[in-house]
């Protein structure tokens, strides 16, 4: 039987895992009128699923619930706003790739053999993303934590429980928390939109906020999180 503990951080990782499946695909992909209304005009960004005391979540929560009443959070405003920060051809305001803040130039050689990508065929993932994006794209990486924290959340046996919590912890040091800090603050200084200098708080709060869940401590730079009612 599932420990009420156990059940609960069952649910917090997957609301967790809710919120990156939203912010990757803001990433991924160029916002359309139809995300726009469901997730700004409607409010639905007003109410995250859950509730932490990290202050880049409490950040994240208080930049989404402005961008929601801003009238630049539109279609053709965010639109413009991704094209700047992410997809200029001649330097992007905050590329989403992990090589463009690596010192080791040979992860721009060959995307399928870099780092990242050895670390999905690993797990023999091969989801259609890497076919439309490189494998050190932002998006993409986000989509394979949700993954692993999948995988994390259908496993009984507590040596496997443990084993796959290392390896979500290690994907998240050496892909994610190793340049997302840096790419956050270009967001944060560049973009025109409170729209994505939200999201870009949200991925990295999401982030730490399940290393320090899977870290197995309850209380991780004074941080703390909980299902909202």
Known sequence: MISDTRNQQYNILKGYNMLLYFAGTMIMYEPEEECI????????LKKLPVSSSNPNFIKAASQLRESCTDKASDTGAMSQ????LFKREILPLAPHFESSYSSDSSHNVNHKRSPVGEFYDSYGWKHRSRHEKKDDHLGVELLFLTTLVEKYLVLDDEACRSEMKNEINRFIDHHILSWI???????QEHSLTISYKGVASLIIACVEDIKSILSNRTDMMGNSWYLRN
């Not at 209304?37 to 639905?44: A, H, K, L, N, Q």
């Not at 706003?81 to 700047?84: G, I, S």
């Open 37 to 44: 209304v469901d997730f700004w005009r409607e409010g639905i």
């Open 81 to 84: 706003d991704y094209q700047r």
């Open 181 to 187: 800090p840096e790419w956050n603050r270009r967001v």
